[in-house]
Structures are given as structure tokens and as C-alpha cells.
């Protein structure tokens, strides 16, 4: 969680592997639905659809960003311009598909460099958003797995685990109290100033009202990528029913928690399969329409993001610079 921000040789070493990874993904989405069938079932998309699809995705940006720059205001960040926090979120895309945590850190790096708040605590806002996002789109997927109880241990389990993480941060006295009896170890002392900071964040913004206000924001944002799943399902063909909608929102929002408790950079492989394996099961739709779909909707989301995140890169040389270890004790903070 304390990890050495990466040089930047080495940050781009990890994006490239993430990158190649990406690359392997789509190629054997393609081979299971077989590229021929593939190709021309994308040929045969309707592509007029296709913005509505990358504009929803936006629209969960946007919605991501306002609770990304809520949480730093609750953690005291009010020296940040809104413009600039927008652009260390999107930023922070690329960092999605590289290897171990190197987002978390460097993420929270910029933040500290550009605000002054602790790393410690920019690593809680990160922690905040993915587990603000888990609990919207459990939620979201709610519905579909009441209909496919076959999900049900898989949903049941991920969301005691987040649950019972934010309920135990509220304990705040129980916290401080461990921290204080681990503090008598030798060989760990030295990490208890910043496990401190990463908790007071996260005490913070795990508080009942900013997990609402965070959750709600999640459920909508998500919600508009799921439509636009939806819009991408129509396009290959499906009915423009109730239940396609129903489904395709199921089916996105599970297969990102699928995606996300793989560990996998961007969680690739996982999610893809995820996706793809439920359209065929599910939906009954033969192979290459939902890999095809599986590649429709990846594009319009993982790689949209990561491509916005790349051309910010690309005009923020100050941010590829920040590569040097802030102190982490609470007197240089």
C-alpha cells in the first residue's frame, strides 16, 4: 500500500505488459467466436449506435469524477481547482490495466504533489472509489441474480466482504486500539503513522452519509454504462425489450465485480470472460455475437477510458515527472 512510486521507465514497462495482456484478451475473445464469424458480425452492428454507447460512458465519468472530487473534499482538499482534479482522475485510467499497485500509489502521489494531502490518505480516496463502485454495482446487479440464483454465493460473498470493511471502519476506538497494541512490535512500528493516516481517511469517507451520497452517485454512473451495453446488444441484434435491457445491466455490472476481485490489471480476462460466458448462457446468443459484444462494450469502456487517459498523459508532463518518494511521516506531511 506504501509502495515506491515507479520510475517512469518503469511505469511504462507495466503499462506495456498490461497493454500486450489487453491485446491476448482480445485476441482469444476473438478466436472463441471465431474472427471470421466475428468480423462479420461486427460488419453487420449497427454502428449508429455506437456513440450513444461511448457518450453513456462519459456520462459515468463525469458522475465518477464528481464523487472522486467529493471525497477529496472530504478529506480537506479544498486547494485543488476542479479542472485539475479532473485531470489526475483521468489520469489515472492507464493505470487501471498495470500490473500490482502501481495506480493506488502513483494516483495518490499526484494528489499529495498537488494538494499537500498525506499519500496515506490519497490511497484511502482510491480504496473509497473502488469500494463505493463494488457496492453500486452489487446493488445494480441486485435484480439479476434473483432471476439466476446460480450467482447468488459469488454476489452473497462479495458484498458481506465490502459491507463488513465499511462497517468495521466506524469502529474507530477498536482501530486505534490495535493500532496501539501492534505499535509495541519493533519490526513494525515504523508503518503505524501512515496505517494511521490511511485509516483516518478511510474513517472519513466511509461515514454513513458520504457512503450514501458515494453509492448513489456509483449506481447511476454505472446504470449509464449499462445502457449503453444495452444500445450495444440491440446494435448486434437482440429485441429492444425490457428483459434485454434488464439483462445487459446485470450482466455488465456483475462481470465488473467479477473483473475486480480477480486482482487482474483492469480486471482482464476475467471480466471478458465473464461477460461473454453469460451472454452465451443467459441470453442464448451464439458465440461470436457475444464475443463480439464482449469487444463492443470493452472498447467502449476499459479502452475508451485508458485511450482518454493516454492523451492526458500526453499533455501533462508534470504528472510523468512526479516520480520521487514523498516523505510519509506525519512531520513532512
Keep these: 500500500m506504501m509502495n515506491k512510486p515507479p520510475s517512469i521507465r518503469s511505469l511504462w514497462q507495466r503499462l506495456g505488459l498490461g497493454l500486450i495482456l489487453g491485446?491476448?484478451?482480445?485476441?482469444?475473445?476473438?478466436l472463441f467466436g471465431d474472427i471470421r464469424q466475428v468480423i462479420r458480425t461486427a460488419q453487420n452492428f449497427e454502428w449508429r449506435v455506437y456513440p450513444l454507447a461511448l457518450g453513456l460512458t462519459l456520462f459515468n465519468y463525469t458522475l465518477r469524477f464528481i464523487k472522486w472530487h467529493y471525497y477529496l473534499h472530504q478529506m480537506g482538499v479544498t486547494n485543488l481547482a476542479w479542472y485539475q482534479s479532473l485531470r489526475l482522475f483521468i489520469a489515472g485510467f492507464p493505470l487501471a490495466v498495470t500490473p500490482g499497485k502501481v495506480g493506488e500509489a502513483l494516483k495518490a502521489v499526484w494528489v499529495h504533489q498537488k494538494s499537500g494531502l498525506p499519500v496515506a490518505q490519497g490511497i484511502s480516496v482510491v480504496l473509497a472509489e473502488r469500494i463505493s463502485d463494488g457496492l453500486a454495482v452489487l446493488i445494480l446487479s441486485a435484480s439479476g441474480v434473483l432471476a439466476y440464483p446460480q450467482y447468488w454465493p459469488a454476489f452473497a460473498t462479495i458484498a458481506l466482504i465490502l459491507l463488513a470493511g465499511v462497517i468495521l471502519s466506524q469502529f474507530r476506538s477498536l482501530i486505534l486500539g490495535i493500532f496501539d497494541l501492534i505499535s509495541r512490535l519493533r519490526w513494525i512500528n515504523r508503518l503505524i503513522p501512515p496505517l494511521r493516516q490511511f485509516y483516518e481517511g478511510a474513517?472519513?469517507?466511509f461515514r454513513p452519509q458520504a457512503t450514501l451520497i458515494a453509492v448513489m452517485l456509483g449506481g447511476i454512473s454505472w446504470l449509464g454504462e449499462g445502457i449503453g451495453f444495452y444500445l450495444i446488444l440491440t446494435g448486434l441484434g437482440?429485441?429492444?425489450t425490457a428483459q434485454t435491457a434488464g439483462l445487459a445491466i446485470f450482466i455488465l455490472a456483475f462481470s465488473t465485480v467479477i473483473g475486480a476481485v480477480s486482482t487482474l490489471p483492469g480486471g482482464l480476462g476475467a471480466a471478458e470472460a465473464s461477460i461473454t460466458g453469460?451472454?452465451?448462457?443467459?441470453a442464448h446468443i451464439p458465440h461470436a455475437q457475444a464475443a463480439a459484444a464482449t469487444l463492443l462494450i470493452r472498447l467502449a469502456t476499459l479502452?475508451?477510458?485508458v485511450t482518454l487517459g493516454l492523451i492526458t498523459w500526453s499533455v501533462s508532463p508534470d504528472l510523468l515527472g512526479l516520480m520521487t518518494r514523498p516523505s510519509l511521516s506525519p512531520e513532512h506531511e
Design 203 to 205: 474513517f472519513i469517507l
Design 278 to 282: 453469460m451472454l452465451v448462457l443467459l
Design 238 to 240: 437482440l429485441p429492444a
Design 23 to 30: 491485446f491476448l484478451v482480445l485476441l482469444a475473445l476473438a
Design 303 to 305: 479502452w475508451f477510458g
